[in-house]
């Protein structure tokens, strides 16, 4: 009995090398790879980027790289590709996400209830709707029916 190999996509991986400020990322920066190179790049100070053996990188990734170059690190070695997401990235007016307004503990308790009420009162409409309504073939036609 022969087993099929499943054969799965490999990890993307991603090497940082360098030093002295000057430093290369090979491979793919992606999402997957992103926290691996901020940690490689945060531990060092970083002046220069070689991108130039960079295989693949994504929309994390190229928010990523257009932070870096908002700190005054230079890229060198962008491939064309790389350098025409990089531009559309860099070029977004990022803002912080709004503030999510938080609820009460009280009110949220009363408008849980209130729902909970709603909901009970709509299900016994449904109920009550669904068993008192009969058969159009079962009603009787007869005058036995009236008594």
Same mark, same amino acid.
């Given at each position: ?40 790049? %945060? ?17 994390p990734g190229a928010l990523f790289l257009c932070g870096l170059i908002d700190? %005054? ?16 990235? *860099? ?16 009110? %949220? ?10 909901d009970a009162a709509r299900d016994a409409v449904d ?12 009603? *009787? ?7």
């Open positions: 009995m022969a087993t099929a190999a499943t054969s799965e996509p490999a990890a993307p991986a991603i090497a940082v090398t360098g030093e002295g400020g000057r430093f290369a990322i090979e491979g793919v920066l992606d999402v997957h790879t992103l926290a691996q190179a901020e940690k490689a790049l %945060k531990a060092n100070k970083t002046r220069e980027l070689d991108l130039s053996k960079l295989s693949g990188l994504d929309t700190k %005054k690190v230079e890229l060198t070695g962008v491939r064309s590709e790389h350098q025409a997401l990089l531009d559309l990235i *860099c070029a977004l007016d990022l803002k912080p996400l709004p503030k999510v307004p938080t609820v009460g503990r009280g009110r %949220k308790l009363v408008r849980d209830l209130g729902k909970g009420a709603e109920i009550t709707t669904f068993v008192g309504s009969r058969p159009a073939s079962r009603r *009787c036609r007869s005058s036995a029916c009236s008594r």
